[in-house]
C-alpha cells in the first residue's frame, strides 16, 4: 500500500515539476528583454568578485613557488622552517610580479 503512495506522490511531483518548468521557460521567452536586463545587472554587480576570482586563480601558482624556494632557503639559512615568514614574502612577491606584468601590459600600449 505504501509503495502504491510513493508512486503516486512521485508521479505527481514529477507533473508539477513539468507544469512548472513549462511556465517558467515561456515567461522566459515572453519576458526576455527584463530577464537579460537583470542578468545583466546582476554580472555588474558580481564583477569585482569575478575578478578577483580570476587574480587569485591566476596568482596561485607563482605563490606556489615562491613559497616552496622560500621554504627552501630559510631552511639552509635559519636551520629551520619559518612558515609564517614565507608565506607572507611569497604574497608579497606574487602581487608585485603581478603589479610589474599589468605595468609593463600598460607601458606597451
Excluded: H
Excluded at 503512495?5 to 528583454?33: N, P
Amino acid at each position: 500500500m505504501k509503495e502504491k503512495y510513493k508512486e503516486q506522490l512521485t508521479l505527481i511531483l514529477t507533473g508539477f515539476v513539468i507544469i512548472a518548468l513549462g511556465i517558467l521557460f515561456f515567461f522566459l521567452i515572453f519576458r526576455a528583454d527584463s530577464v537579460r536586463k537583470a542578468i545583466s545587472s546582476l554580472i555588474d554587480i558580481l564583477m569585482p568578485f569575478i575578478y578577483g576570482v580570476v587574480i587569485a586563480y591566476l596568482l596561485r601558482p607563482t605563490c606556489n613557488f615562491f613559497e616552496k624556494n622560500l621554504r627552501i632557503l630559510s631552511r639552509k639559512l635559519w636551520k629551520k622552517e619559518r612558515r609564517g615568514l614565507c608565506v607572507g614574502l611569497s604574497i608579497a612577491l606574487s602581487f608585485l610580479l603581478f603589479f610589474l606584468i599589468v605595468y609593463l601590459l600598460l607601458a606597451m600600449t
